[in-house]
Nanobody, 120 residues
Framework: QVRLVESGGGLVQAGDSLRLSCVAS????????MAWFRQAPGKEREFVAV??????YYADSVQGRFTISRDIGKNTVYLQMNSLKPEDTGVYSC???????????????WGQGTQVTVSS
């Protein structure tokens, strides 16, 4: 059974940092694209970042502040979030799929998400 489990969310102030982790189990994901998405209350889920084959891509809104990385041996992907803003608030979910994309429907596996709240 494939599972993605996120952790590391919390309540922080604007300007603070957080690091999210997503541990995958059930199969190796070394060759897969791993991505982070987020969903704010009342809004659609949006792409944050993706990593695949050593390349990383980011949404414009987080470029320069967030860094996605992975440890293939641990089947884990990370999202380092710096200089957090209130508009970064939302549920952050990791996803895995065969190809890197900013589109939700390109990913086969999803985690349950972890809440990130940034106060002003």
């Amino acid at each position: 059974q494939v599972r993605l489990v996120e952790s590391g969310g919390g309540l922080v102030q604007a300007g603070d940092s957080l690091r999210l982790s997503c541990v995958a189990s059930g199969r190796p994901f070394g060759a897969s694209a791993m991505a982070w998405f987020r969903q704010a209350p009342g809004k659609e889920r949006e792409f944050v970042a993706v990593i695949m084959s050593g390349h990383q891509y980011y949404a414009d809104s987080v470029q320069g502040r967030f860094t996605i990385s992975r440890d293939i041996g641990k089947n884990t992907v990370y999202l380092q979030m710096n200089s957090l803003k209130p508009e970064d608030t939302g549920v952050y979910s990791c996803a895995a799929g065969p190809l890197g994309s900013s589109l939700n429907d390109r990913y086969q596996y999803w985690g349950q998400g972890t809440q990130v709240t940034v106060s002003s």
